[in-house]
């Protein structure tokens, strides 16, 4: 079974540019959220969507960041225009139900990408 | 705002050696979790620690949760370099929907 992808793996843009960030969930998960760890701090909650509306989008820094789901599929997240402090590695983790159980039951548990690092120049 | 600290950030350990890896959170929650990440690999779940008192273990590692001090552990016996990773605790709270908040992380190194 495919897990969580996301692509491109790692992306170098110049200030000012445009990127997008992919994430593929697994198939069937409703839930798809977003997380990011910039400058080795924390991984920090950007939002959450339930099939392809936005459950929670508290965590969005700014409206230089925008995410979609169209059809409940697959996420993007698009930075435009990209600054230098928001590189660092953004994560998409998907669940069936909000994960609030237990880990090793796959009804339950959250799967995460391998996440993107973006390097902004 | 929930905030979650680890300690230490960096740790630098011998095979064979113990440690333990800590993990404090300032509001009361329902559900702690440890993951742990590999470098440009997906983070992989480990523990979930529901309720005051509980302890798992799997392997070498073994998590407990004290609610009352908010305060969950990872203790590490007997290192190998496998478990060379970086170790995350997180936290969730009803409140929050199903948002988790981070720890820093731990970046441990096993040494030969």
């Known amino acids: 079974e495919a897990g969580v992808t996301q692509f491109p793996s790692h992306s170098v843009i110049e200030k000012g540019q445009t990127v997008t960030l992919r994430c593929d969930p697994i198939s069937g998960h409703d839930n798809l959220y977003w997380y990011r760890r910039v400058m080795g701090k924390e991984i920090k909650f950007l939002l959450h969507?339930?099939?392809?509306?936005?459950?929670?989008e508290s965590g969005m820094p700014n409206n230089r960041f925008l995410a979609e789901r169209t059809g409940g599929t697959y996420s993007t997240l698009k930075v435009q225009p990209a600054e230098l402090e928001d590189s660092g590695v953004y994560f998409c983790?998907?669940?069936?139900?909000?994960?609030?159980?237990?880990?090793?039951?796959?009804?339950?548990?959250?799967?995460f990408g391998q996440g993107t690092r973006l390097t902004v120049v | 705002e929930l905030k979650v600290e680890q300690n230490p950030l960096f740790l630098s350990m011998q095979e064979g050696k113990n440690y333990t890896i800590y993990c404090n959170y300032s509001t009361t929650s329902d559900r702690l979790y440890w993951y742990r990440q590999d470098p440009g690999k997906s983070l992989e779940s480990l523990f979930v620690?529901?309720?005051?008192?509980a302890v798992k273990q799997e392997g070498r590692l073994m998590a407990s949760l004290d609610t009352k001090a908010r305060l969950s552990t990872l203790h590490i016996t007997a290192a190998v370099h496998d478990l060379s990773a970086t170790y995350f605790c997180?936290?969730?709270?009803?409140?929050?929907?199903?948002?988790?908040?981070f720890g820093e992380g731990t970046q441990l190194t096993v040494n030969p």
């Open positions: 997180a936290v969730d709270i009803e409140t929050s929907g199903s948002r988790l908040t």
């Open positions: 969507f339930v099939k392809e509306s936005k459950q929670d």
């Open positions: 983790a998907s669940s069936l139900p909000p994960w609030r159980g237990v880990a090793q039951d796959p009804n339950t548990e959250a799967f």
């Open positions: 620690l529901l309720s005051n008192g």
